[in-house]
């Protein structure tokens, strides 16, 4: 009993060098419910599923790094303000500083 089932020959993405000689990184992808494939919609390649959850998955590594980043970079600028504010208090007589107290915590 022969039992083929015709598949469309498609181009497969994987993480070798020739991939990453590529021209397209592949960001913006596309799923196929049918067929359950993933395609990229900038240069139409089937990609392997597998190497798509992997680039989501780094790309998710970077962003959430780099919000960690942008996060440190917010204390920092906090704690520059609220310094600058204590010199600015420090420097001004003491009764034309009503606001003083919204600092001090
Ligand atoms: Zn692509």
Redesign the pocket.
């Known amino acids: 009993m022969r039992k083929v089932i015709p598949f469309e020959r498609r181009a497969a993405a994987s993480n070798t060098l020739g991939h990453v000689e590529a021209k397209?990184?592949?960001r913006n992808l596309r799923l196929v419910e049918q067929g359950g494939i993933v395609m990229?919609t900038?240069?139409h390649?089937t990609l392997s599923p597998f190497w798509a959850l992997s680039m989501l998955s780094e790309q998710y590594a970077l962003s959430m790094a780099h919000i960690d980043r942008l996060k440190s970079r917010i204390q920092l600028a906090d704690a520059r303000i609220l310094e600058l504010s204590r010199e600015l208090d420090a420097m001004l007589p003491a009764k034309r500083s009503p606001n003083k107290s919204s600092t001090d915590t």
């Open positions: 397209c990184a592949h990229c900038d240069c390649i």
